[in-house]
């Protein structure tokens, strides 16, 4: 028999049996919750479970799964940005049809769309550093004296109440950086940053009118913000199992990267199917 020449990891992530019940049946989510509960106190008795799903419970940490998340988010930034333009830019560029970028607008492929918006985000940095400089230039022409010179955020402030489509272009840079902080948070498992991502995205929801989201994920917000109180324990257990699930290449013992609980849940549903 051969021997492992160096330790490897062991995968996290599993698939339940299906259940015969709707899922959204009060039965069927009790009997899950118990199970999930059972099962945790056997393979580490005293550890707080955490389950993916909508809602919060005093016995157990919920949480949203964060593929869904920046799925509402690409949604929402996406339908901001219809009929600006946005999408004749790939197409004039010869990068994408018209058909790929519009459907940047819905999201329907999330990688494809994040790509997208990675790439406004670093093209309006430079029309940042352009700010920048628009600014320096501002300070150097302008004729009153040095102390009634305008700081870089009050001038921004000016701009954009004088220049609609830098208001508009503002708006969206600041959602993109938004939501890749969210995305990043789920790469790094950073429960900190994941935080403070809800929390700047959560306006963004409510402005597009996304009831579902801007109303739970308030709620979750809330609960995230009070863990340590509710669940004293839950630092004994790592944050980066609270947020993502661990990403290892097929026939790798390398570290890759992690990802969100309920897309890693998805993408073992699609192996299962194979």
Known sequence: MQKRGQPF???????LPLLRDEAHSIATVKHVLEKIKETVQFLNPGQTPVVA??????KVVMMFGG???????????????KDSGWTSAPV?????????????????NVTKTRQAHQITAC????????????????????????????DFEEWCKKRRLESPQFAFWDLVLALELTILTLIRSFREADFCLYREALAELLPYFFANNNVN?????????????TIDQQHPKWQESSSKDILSCTNLANNSH?????????????????????
């Open 9 to 15: 990891k062991v995968s996290i992530t599993s698939l």
């Open 254 to 274: 390398q570290l890759q990267s992690t990802k969100p609980t309920n897309k890693t849940m998805q993408s073992s549903r699609m192996m299962e199917e194979r």
């Open 67 to 81: 593929l869904h998340i920046e799925m509402a988010a690409l949604k929402s930034v996406g339908s901001l940005l």
């Open 213 to 225: 989201y801007a109303r739970w994920l308030s709620i979750h917000l809330r609960d995230m913000m």
């Open 123 to 150: 093209y309006s940095c430079c029309l940042y550093r352009q700010r920048k400089a628009a600014y320096n230039r501002y300070g150097r022409d302008a004729s009153q004296s040095p102390q009634d010179v305008l």
């Open 53 to 58: 799903a909508e809602y919060g419970e005093d």
């Open 92 to 108: 004039e560029a010869g990068v994408a049809s018209s058909g790929t970028a519009e459907s940047h607008l819905s999201a329907s």
